[in-house]
């Protein structure tokens, strides 16, 4: 009974004022006071849940208080599952060029002529066109007489037949990616350009001495590496270089990174890659599978 008609008190003086005071408990004298109406009460308990509702809301959008949260997806759990995506559709890529490989080297044993792979523009998957044909290399037909006249066991010099193989067809992938732009003189394209992701290294593709290591607004640090049978590997493009001048290198060694950050090409995420055999330009997909 009593609390009905304190409910329907309140409902009737919503706007009344009402005295709120604190007094000492020794003296009874009044120590602090203030007038409130129940309207008034209400509204502020409202304004304080907004608060802390605003307050949370920004937290949690702003803050990577969710990656504390158990198995809810956060800020890093999102790039984490792109960067895998990426990592997977690279493994995917270099699967297919392996495959690929695989394939022509199979041809290649069958007498016949390989083919080269294309970059869909529809999707970013690596297809097999075999309306493409690699042309026949003069080392390759070299290669081909050797053996045609009885087979590695039988020739007079093993040996200096398997430096000439390692020579011509071993030579290291200079940086992982899809090759963008191919061998041109005709254009001034004496290389390739390859379509690499930010951060990568860059290999030396065989033995040899580092004999220009410079930086240039148009190109980036471009290094220069001597390998022997007058061999000269060029590296366009890169974010760094980690060898001084003269420094010797190994085959598949790390000699500097792509990436982007610095003004000019090297910051478009291509890598750039030139080979000059006796002072000309040799085109690299001859000699090594991208």
């Known amino acids: 009974m009593g609390s009905n008609k304190d409910r329907n008190y309140f409902l009737r003086n919503m706007r009344r004022k009402h005295r709120l005071s604190v007094r000492d408990e020794h003296d009874d004298t009044e120590v602090w006071y203030m007038h409130i109406s129940p309207l008034n009460l209400l509204a502020g308990f409202f304004s304080l849940v907004l608060i802390l509702f605003v307050i949370i809301l920004t937290t949690v959008a702003y803050t990577p208080i969710l990656d504390l949260i158990p198995g809810y997806p956060g800020n890093k759990s999102r790039e984490l599952l792109i960067a895998n995506i990426a990592r997977l559709d690279s493994l995917e890529r270099e699967l297919s060029g392996m495959l690929m490989f695989n394939e022509n080297v199979t041809l290649i044993m069958q007498g016949k002529m390989p083919v080269t792979s294309t970059v869909g523009l529809d999707a970013d998957t690596v297809r097999r ?31 200096a037949v398997r430096r000439t193989i390692r020579s011509n067809m071993e030579l290291y992938a200079p940086a992982r990616g899809v090759v963008a732009s191919h061998f041109n003189p005709k254009r001034n394209q004496f ?85 000059w055999q006796n002072g000309s330009p040799v085109d690299p997909e001859n000699y090594i599978v991208f």
């Open 129 to 159: 066109d075999r309306s493409v044909l690699v042309p026949r290399s003069a080392e390759d037909s070299l290669l081909r007489r050797q053996f045609e006249h009885g087979g590695l066991s039988q020739l007079g010099d093993p040996t």
């Open 191 to 275: 290389g390739v350009e390859i379509a690499t992701a930010s951060n990568q290294q860059v290999m030396s593709v065989a033995d040899g001495t580092i004999v220009m290591s410079v930086w240039t607004p148009d190109d980036g640090y471009i290094i220069q590496v001597q390998h022997p049978n007058n061999l000269i590997s060029v590296y366009k493009h890169c974010a760094r270089a980690l060898l001084p001048l003269g420094s010797r290198v190994k085959s598949g060694e790390v000699i500097g990174y792509t990436g982007e950050g610095l003004s000019g090409n090297e910051g478009k995420g291509t890598f750039g890659f030139e080979l």
